[in-house]
C-alpha cells in the first residue's frame, strides 16, 4: 500500500536549521506531484511548498519563501525539506502528501488534492 513516513523533526532554536525527509513507497514515486503540509498548535493543516513529479518546479507560500527549499530524490523515493531561518511561528506538525488533479466537470476545472499523508514529524522552534 502507498506509505509515506516523515523524519527529521525535532527542536531547534529561533534561525536555525531542520531538514526533513520523506520516505514513500507503495506507489510510482516519481509519477507525481508531492506537498509539504503543516499543521500548528490548534489550528488545521496548511499548504507550504509543492515540487513537481520531476523536480524541475516548485511552489513555496509566502509565508516560507527564501528560508524553505522543496526537493526530491526520484531515484531514492525520498522528498525533502531544507528549513532555513527558523521562526517560533513555524512550530508545526510536518506533513508529506502526495498530490493529485482532480477534475470536476461541473466547473471544467482541475483542483489540487492531496490523496495520502504520512503520519508527521514535529518541528518545534523555540529559543
Known amino acids: 500500500e502507498v506509505q509515506l513516513v516523515e523524519s527529521g523533526g525535532g527542536m531547534v532554536q529561533p534561525g536555525g536549521s531542520l531538514r526533513l525527509s520523506c520516505a514513500a513507497s507503495?506507489?510510482?514515486?516519481?509519477?507525481?506531484?508531492m506537498t509539504w503540509v503543516r499543521q500548528a498548535p490548534g489550528k488545521g493543516p496548511v499548504w507550504v511548498l509543492s515540487?513537481?513529479?520531476?523536480?524541475?518546479?516548485?511552489y513555496y507560500a509566502d509565508s516560507v519563501k527564501g528560508r524553505f527549499t522543496i526537493s526530491r530524490d526520484n531515484a531514492k523515493n525520498t522528498l525533502y525539506l531544507q528549513m532555513n531561518s527558523l521562526k517560533p511561528e513555524d512550530t508545526a506538525l510536518y506533513y508529506c502528501?502526495?498530490?493529485?488533479?482532480?477534475?470536476?466537470?461541473?466547473?471544467?476545472?482541475?483542483?489540487?488534492?492531496?490523496?495520502?499523508w504520512g503520519q508527521g514529524t514535529q518541528v518545534t522552534v523555540s529559543s
Open positions: 502528501a502526495r498530490r493529485i488533479l482532480i477534475y470536476y466537470s461541473n466547473s471544467g476545472n482541475w483542483y489540487s488534492h492531496y490523496d495520502y
Open positions: 515540487i513537481n513529479s520531476g523536480g524541475g518546479r516548485t
Open positions: 507503495g506507489f510510482t514515486f516519481s509519477s507525481y506531484d
